[in-house]
């Protein structure tokens, strides 16, 4: 399995543009998840979704961040318009939840953004 | 969320075990204990996870204490390629990881 896959990898963009993240769930999970790294606030989750639907975004900070999930394979996480405080790595993880549950969230190698 | 508190840092010596701690004092009778760590610029990747008896697995073993509410995240034989971030968690599944600081763990060769 190729395990999560985030592109792109790295992304520099100037302040007041729109950026797109890109993720790709492992096949067969059903629950995927997005977070951002920043050495100031550590790892936060943003928001999840289970079988497409968001369950959870209350960690979306505000209402220039979006994701959507139109698919079990595809995930995207939109911030329009881009500040500098956005730069950050994000990472995407998914995991299979079985009877509602699941213990072992697989995490992709991130998105390093930088909003000049 | 439910809080865990663990040390900011720890050292070790290369193929020494490493016991690393974390506290659960508000941990419920149907939590799990998770671990994961965070390799440098990689992304966290699960360890080992237990309920009440220790478990062991090809990367660490848990050690879970009577009471469950200390934990310790066992390396038998630490090596530089465990240099890295260890979280611990507690939780009734994978749906919802709230990341603390961690414990920085340094491997001197």
């Known amino acids: 399995d190729a395990g999560v896959i985030q592109s792109p990898r790295h992304e520099v963009t100037e302040m007041g543009q729109e950026v797109t993240l890109r993720c790709k769930p492992i096949?067969?999970?059903?629950?995927l998840f997005w977070y951002r790294q920043t050495m100031m606030r550590g790892l936060e989750l943003l928001i999840y979704?289970?079988?497409?639907?968001?369950?959870?975004d209350s960690g979306m900070p505000e209402d220039r961040f979006s994701a959507k999930m139109p698919n079990a394979s595809f995930s995207t996480l939109k911030i329009q318009p881009s500040e500098p405080r956005d730069s950050a790595v994000y990472f995407c993880?998914?995991?299979?939840?079985?009877?509602?549950?699941?213990?072992?969230?697989?995490f992709g190698p991130g998105t390093r953004l930088t909003v000049t | 969320d439910a809080k865990t508190t663990q040390p900011n840092s720890m050292e070790s010596n290369e193929e020494e075990p490493v016991h690393l701690p974390c506290n659960h004092s508000?941990?419920?009778?149907?939590?799990?204990i998770h671990w994961y760590r965070q390799l440098p610029s990689q992304g966290p990747e699960y360890v080992i996870h237990?309920?009440?008896s220790n478990v062991n697995n090809r990367m660490a073993s848990l050690a879970i204490a009577e009471d469950r509410k200390s934990s310790t995240l066992i390396l038998h034989r630490a090596t530089l390629r465990d240099a890295a971030v260890y979280y611990c968690?507690?939780?009734?599944?994978?749906?919802?990881?709230?990341f603390g600081q961690g414990t920085r763990l340094t491997i001197n060769p």
């Open positions: 968690f507690q939780n009734q599944g994978a749906q919802k990881l709230v």
């Open positions: 237990g309920l009440t």
């Open positions: 979704f289970n079988n497409n639907v968001p369950i959870d």
């Open positions: 096949s067969g999970h059903n629950s």
């Open positions: 993880a998914s995991t299979r939840l079985t009877g509602g549950f699941s213990y072992e969230q697989y």
């Open positions: 508000t941990i419920s009778g149907t939590d799990y």
